[in-house]
């Protein structure tokens, strides 16, 4: 299998082989994001990587047994040292997960958010110091935390002159912000057919996946602030750009051109003398509705959070507890009032610009308007079919666009087909001997599409084409005579219902 480990351990002088040592094997996939390891004497290792764009930070530890004697407690108290030092290295903004053989018994009651109650009976000294760990560093015990038979929570099961013994000493702590995210931690038996211990296995659930980049529309990572063509200044400087370039184009235009070719070269050029005019929108990468998030406030919540990790502890005077309790509560207070000033501020700045710019700017008054309302959140669609009866459910909403679409257009049945263009019937349109459509009608076409309007495929909105004067109408006429041509029928190809794409 490819992929990677990281160990630690005895090394092959020293007597005590065997005894101690830790090790991390990941997959192949995994070890292509990993950016770091590291171990902390032979008891601890550790790997940071990313899966996604989520940073991690995994850890394996084997504590010493619980002993009695000064140096068996001596080495326990430079192991939990040890680990707890280790687990500071990381920087808040990591997943922590840590695995491995603890040597502790948190027994089977509910204990803050870092035991579960679906332990094993039993409390020893490496399991309050494990639960004291965990509770500073903002974790908890998966494994305890799922509802299951006995047989699937204790990882360690021994058969000697006492008897058979049984307790759960293997542990799974996932970090606190990742508690949505386990699906699942229990015992698998069979796996170690000559260890005494049992494997521990957790589901865990990996939300991100890596972003190669923003989608975008018509192939343009950012989106012209096309708004600002309603102002008369950057409206005039549009269309005199615009009209320079084009007419410079049309004039240069040689033998050969075809429709596709031709329909390019307007994009382009209203795109980029339109993106060159007004400059493009600011990328909103925030939550909606999050602009009273501020650093100060993160730095608030976190101070919270600390405060109440901070009356978890055990083994602590009732004076201290209380002490920090009454410091949670004050934070806490504290947090409460600076949510209620800041959404405050936050409204009070909205309503104030929102104010100022209703006459200049009445789409996004109207926008927000409608969202406080909760318009235009309807889910379903409703049709007429065509006897007149209104149709909802998505089978008959399809199959009345089919029987549409079968009928539209459909030569073959002897009929002559009504063909709309530019909201007008064919049969109205101006023609002259080669059904050519007239500028006038163009124009018109122009001036009825909506404003602050969201653009095709192609990126184009309705103010690129309306203040982009006549040399627009010009080449819109010139793209629908090369569409005739194409069809080798002159402008009567339209008549008959030809289509020919443009893209």
């Known amino acids: 299998m490819e992929g990677g480990v990281a160990w630690t351990g005895m090394d092959e002088k020293s007597k005590g082989r065997g005894k101690e040592g830790c090790a991390l094997l990941v997959s192949g996939r995994v070890w292509k994001g990993i950016d770091g390891h590291g171990r902390k004497g032979t008891r601890i290792v550790w790997m940071t990587g990313k899966i996604g764009i989520v940073k991690y930070a995994w850890v394996c530890a084997y504590a010493p047994v619980n002993a009695q004697t000064k140096v068996g ?10 680990l707890i030092d280790c687990l500071r290295i990381f920087e808040s903004g990591r997943r922590i997960v840590m695995i491995g053989d603890m040597n ?167 795109m980029k003398t339109a993106a060159g005019v007004v400059g493009y929108k600011a990328q909103k990468r925030g939550k909606k509705g999050s602009a009273w998030w501020t650093e100060e406030m993160k730095d608030a919540v976190d101070e919270k959070r600390k405060a109440y990790r901070r009356t978890l502890q055990r083994n602590v005077s009732e004076e201290v507890r209380e002490r920090w309790k009454r410091d949670y509560n004050a934070c806490k207070r504290q947090v409460k009032r600076m949510v209620s000033e800041s959404k405050r501020r936050v409204d009070e700045e909205f309503g104030r610009k929102l104010s100022e710019k209703f006459r200049e700017n009445k789409k996004l008054f109207w926008k927000e308007v409608k969202k406080e309302r909760g318009e235009g959140k309807s889910g379903s669609v409703r049709m007429k079919r065509e006897d007149g009866v209104t149709v909802s459910r998505s089978e008959e909403v399809k199959e009345v666009w089919k029987r549409h679409f079968d009928g539209l257009m459909n030569e073959g049945t002897g009929g002559e087909a009504v063909v709309t263009c530019m909201g007008m019937e064919a049969g109205s349109r101006r023609q002259d001997a080669q059904g050519e459509l007239g500028r006038e009608e163009i124009r018109k076409a122009i001036g009825k599409l909506k404003m602050g309007k969201a653009p095709g495929v192609d990126g184009i909105t309705a103010e690129m084409l309306k203040y982009g004067g006549e040399v627009v109408v010009e080449w819109m006429l010139l793209i629908i005579m090369y569409i005739g041509l194409e069809a080798g029928r002159g402008a009567r190809g339209l008549e008959e219902g030809y289509y020919c794409t443009v893209v």
């Open 73 to 82: 407690k001596e080495k326990m108290r430079e192991f939990w040292n040890d």
């Open 104 to 270: 502790g018994k948190v027994g089977n009651e509910k204990r803050g958010s870092v035991v579960g109650k679906w332990g094993v009976n039993g409390i020893n000294e490496n399991g309050e110091c494990l639960v004291d760990l965990c509770a500073e560093a903002g974790l908890f015990l998966a494994n305890t935390c799922f509802e299951h038979k006995l047989i699937h929570r204790y990882t360690w099961k021994r058969r000697d002159e006492r008897g058979e013994q049984m307790s759960l000493i293997d542990y799974v702590a996932v970090d606190e912000r990742l508690r949505k995210d386990v699906l699942d931690a229990r015992v698998v038996r069979g796996m170690f057919q000559c260890s005494d211990h049992y494997a521990v296995l957790a589901r865990i659930r990996v939300r991100a996946k890596w972003e190669y980049g923003r989608k975008d529309r018509g192939g343009n990572e950012r989106e012209v602030a096309n708004g600002r063509l309603n102002d008369v200044e950057y409206g005039e400087v549009y269309k005199r750009r615009v009209g320079e370039m084009l007419e410079d184009a049309r004039l240069s235009m040689g033998e050969g051109v075809g429709v596709n070719d031709a329909y390019e070269m307007f994009k382009n050029i209203v």
